[in-house]
């Protein structure tokens, strides 16, 4: 049971290029999800999964794009970085039943740079 | 809306000493608090959660935080620190939005000096 996994762990971009995030859970979870962390201000939601085939905007959408491919599978796309974009990106998941009791998952992070 | 302050963001404790990391929250429902610990380069895990009964909730690693409703508190505990605890500490709130939506505050960095 490999909980939540994240592909890169690192990535260097060029502003202007682009690159997708790709994350991955095997724990059946309906709620996916992915953050942001930058140092003094917490983790901020980007974009949200309820179930799949569903996605909502975060406090932070903008310069980015999800998709839900399957039930395990949430990924996150710079279609143009800028360097506003280095951060360090968390994906996350949750039963997902609603109910506010259930923690959320992380997995370990993808450091990006956008120089 | 939901938040989550925390007061410092660095705390220094000595091995052996108490640990006090604060949290304080804002809720126009009964919310649900967590308290989350990131290791160096490491995701979030888990440490401890508040959803209802008891208000005094034990986590792992001899963690241990109370919900004060009255003072909208919920500070995390330990009687003595050791050097392991080194960690960035993130309590967050819940319950307000039609989905899974967890509000994070800003974190605090403990540093556990021998």
Redesign the interface.
Known sequence: NAG?TQTPKFQVLKTGQSMTLQCAQDMNHN?MYWYRQDP??????IY?S?SEGTT?K?EVPNGYNVSRLNKREFSLRLESAAPSQTSVY?C?S?I?R?T?????Y????TRLTVT | AQS?TQLG?HVSVSEGALVLLRCNYSSSVPP?L?WYVQYP??????LL?Y??GATLVKGINGFEAEFKKSETSFHLTKPSAHMSDAAEY?CAV??ET?????I????TSLSVIP
């Open positions: 939540v709620s003094g201000m917490g983790l901020r939601l949200y309820a909502d975060g968390f996350a949750n997902g609603g506010f009791s259930y923690e959320q992380f997995g370990p992070g | 989550v963001s649900y967590f380069n490491q995701g979030l895990q888990l959660k959803t209802t993130f819940s319950g039609s989905y899974d939506k967890v994070f505050g800003p974190g």
